[in-house]
């Protein structure tokens, strides 16, 4: 759903990154930025504000992921390998600890229903690394929703918890389960039929 204006804040951003932070700092970023968001959600139970901490560290971190490889590009700098491996481990180790933290930070929410949001979740992003290993095409977007739209929906909700306290969060717990594990079977019913598609093809062949 955003893509077009991604595309084009990640060519404003390049343009405007310092001399002195190269594309590897860029990729490391998300390690000490996962250790703050980690940070937010222990303290966030005794003081509201550092939900809103927490979703300028999302911000921060959504940034020098979009710009990272750009910036290696431009510069001639990029290692391809090294950073497709780092990057998008570190994608899921940075929005693994952010739903952690809402654990943390969200104590009313009953554990099982924590564990299962961060199951299903966890395991989409594995689904789509697993297709493209299958098909050779990357589609880490899937009915408008990707990584960009899941760092939105964590600022909106952090914004939220702090406005409003952590009590609805806890009333819509079951229902975003219930939807996020829809969204998954959908999610690996398309997957898995391309995966097959390939396959039937070279049967005909």
């Known amino acids: ?42 303290m966030a139970p005794s003081r509201r504000g550092w939900w809103l901490v927490a979703a300028a560290v999302i911000v921060a971190q959504y940034l020098t992921d979009l710009v990272d490889g750009e910036v290696g590009r431009r510069r001639r700098s990029g290692l391809v390998h090294w950073g497709f491996y780092a990057d998008h481990l570190l994608d899921f180790v940075f ?11 969200v104590p009313t929410v009953p554990l099982p229903l924590s564990i299962g949001f961060m199951l299903i979740v966890q395991t989409m992003i594995v689904s789509s690394f697993l ?12 009915f408008g929703v990707g990584p960009t739209e ?22 819509a ?3 975003l389960v219930v939807s996020f594990g829809l ?13 097959r598609r390939i396959d039937e093809v070279g049967w005909d062949d």
């Open 173 to 175: 717990a079951p229902y």
């Open 150 to 171: 899941l760092r939105l929906s964590m600022v909106l909700v952090n914004v939220a918890l702090f406005l409003f306290g952590a009590d609805w969060l806890a009333l």
């Open 183 to 195: 969204l998954l079977v959908a999610w690996v019913v398309k997957g898995q039929r391309l995966a």
């Open 131 to 142: 297709e493209f290993g299958a098909t050779g095409v990357a589609r880490y977007k899937r």
């Open 1 to 42: 759903m955003l893509s077009g204006g991604e595309t084009r804040l990640k060519l404003w951003l390049a343009d405007r990154v310092p001399g002195w932070l190269g594309t590897r700092q860029l990729t490391l970023a998300s390690v000490p930025l996962s250790g703050a968001l980690l940070a937010c959600g222990f």
């Open 95 to 105: 929005l693994s600890i952010g739903l952690a933290a809402y654990c943390l930070g």
